[in-house]
């Protein structure tokens, strides 16, 4: 069973469109983040939301709005999408002070 | 500002020699340490990590990195590099305790060269 899931995997689309993506976890844990990879490879920290309550909002555009359903969901949702937001997006979990586990990523192409 | 510094964008080594990666972390409250390798492609696999006790640590894949608090670094070495090491390794430092973001590196990039 996939621990950290995302979907889409690949997501294609025009500028100006709103698009979301999708994270599940099945591992019982209590925090999710979300973390933007650009095209140098560089991982940066986005949101972190703990028990459904956001506890991390980095300088990321308003453009963005993390969504969490229940512990085990934390959604990202994109309003009028720009080129520069074209990167791989990565959810994690994990438990309290524990080790962060990583989705499979979500490659975001903005045309 | 809190940082991670991997020194080296991109090394080579030959197949069955030996390999040390860089980190290095600015000072700062307690820190927990991974190393992650991500494949072409590929998400995020954790190698191994420090939160305390014995400051040599021993990970998958034959991989073991070495706590030295006074240098602040963090270096993943393995004895003998397999041409499937090839790959992207990331550092990572989460700053105290609790449900702490991690800070990454800006990542090595590793080639191995039969």
């Known amino acids: 069973d996939t621990a950290v899931s995302q979907t889409p995997k690949y997501l294609v689309t025009q500028m100006g469109n709103d698009k979301s993506i999708k994270c599940e976890q099945n591992?019982?844990?209590?925090?999710m983040y979300w973390y933007k990879q650009d095209s140098k490879k560089f991982l940066k920290i986005m949101f972190s939301?703990?028990?459904?309550?956001?506890?991390i909002n980095e300088t990321v555009p308003n453009r963005f709005s993390p969504k969490s359903p229940d512990k085990a969901h934390l959604n990202l949702h994109i309003n009028s999408l720009e080129l520069g937001d074209s990167a791989v997006y990565f959810c994690?979990?994990?438990?309290?002070?524990?080790?962060?586990?990583f989705g499979p990523g979500t490659r975001l192409t903005v045309l | 500002a809190q940082s991670v510094t991997q020194p080296d964008i991109h090394i080579t080594v030959s197949e069955g020699a030996s390999l040390e990666l860089r980190c290095n972390y600015s000072?700062?409250?307690?820190?927990?340490l991974f190393w992650y390798v991500q494949s072409p492609g590929q998400g995020l696999q954790l190698l191994l990590k420090y939160f305390s006790g014995d400051t040599l640590v021993q990970g998958i894949k034959g991989f073991e990195a070495e706590f030295k608090r006074s240098q602040s670094s963090f270096n993943l070495r393995k004895p003998s590099v397999h041409w499937s090491d090839a790959a992207e390794y990331f550092c990572a430092v989460a700053w105290g305790t609790g449900r702490r973001a991690l800070t990454f590196g800006s990542g090595t990039r590793l080639q191995v060269q039969p």
């Open positions: 591992l019982g844990h209590d925090t």
């Open positions: 939301y703990n028990n459904k309550e956001l506890i």
């Open positions: 000072y700062g409250a307690t820190p927990y």
């Open positions: 994690a979990s994990t438990p309290q002070g524990g080790t962060q586990y």
